[in-house]
């Protein structure tokens, strides 16, 4: 059975200003991290591949895999000094199941894994498409118990300020879409 909360990747999503904005903002967080110094032969990007997987392969500078399996079921092979999981865990049934793969797979004590998803936000403005949307204690929480530590943590907004001026709904998006994101260790 076709997982109804996983994003299809095609014109309409490569083309949403929301997704330009929020690659910009992920690599503005990379860069204040200690592990863009590492040498790596190959990195992990979760999900299928999108622009910002090219772009994730420019900044470490060795080449990204995507995973094709069921994340939920799945298990993960390989070794990686760095993993990304930018807006995967939100579409899962089982996110718990993924972090623990994960950890199997990051090699070394320098080794990270960054991760974004959207805040919770109500009912009314969350996404279809999301399966689990968190608030910040419930992410933490999630990390705790695959056994990562956050080093770094942000929010931002995925949206041009007068997009929140067009209509009642876009001016309650101003207040509760954020997106959060997070470097982590496996501790």
């Not at 608030?135 to 705790?144: G, P, Q």
């Not at 770094?152 to 876009?170: M, N, Q, W």
Request: with cysteine; proline share 6%.
């Amino acid at each position: 059975m076709p997982n109804s909360c996983r994003t299809v990747i095609d014109e309409a999503y490569l083309n949403d200003p929301a997704h330009r904005i929020r690659w910009k903002r992920t690599l503005e967080f990379l860069q204040g991290s200690s592990s863009s110094a590492l040498r790596l032969s190959s990195g992990l990007d979760l999900g299928e591949r999108t622009p910002l997987t090219a772009l994730l392969e420019q900044y470490f500078g060795c080449p990204f895999e995507n995973t094709a399996v069921d994340l939920d079921l799945e298990p993960l092979t390989g070794s990686f000094g760095v993993v990304t999981a930018f807006e995967v865990l939100e579409h899962l049934y089982n996110p718990l199941h993924a972090l623990l793969e994960v950890r199997h797979l990051l090699a070394g004590d320098d080794a990270r894994l960054f991760v974004s998803m959207p805040l919770r936000k109500p009912p009314s403005l969350a996404s279809p498409d999301h399966f689990h949307e968190m608030t910040r204690s419930e992410a933490l929480s999630l990390f705790s118990r695959a056994g990562f530590a956050v080093l770094r943590s942000a929010e931002f907004r995925i949206r041009h300020p007068l997009f929140y001026l067009t209509g009642v709904k876009p001016l309650l998006r101003a207040w509760y879409e954020k997106v959060q994101i997070y470097e982590l260790a496996v501790r």
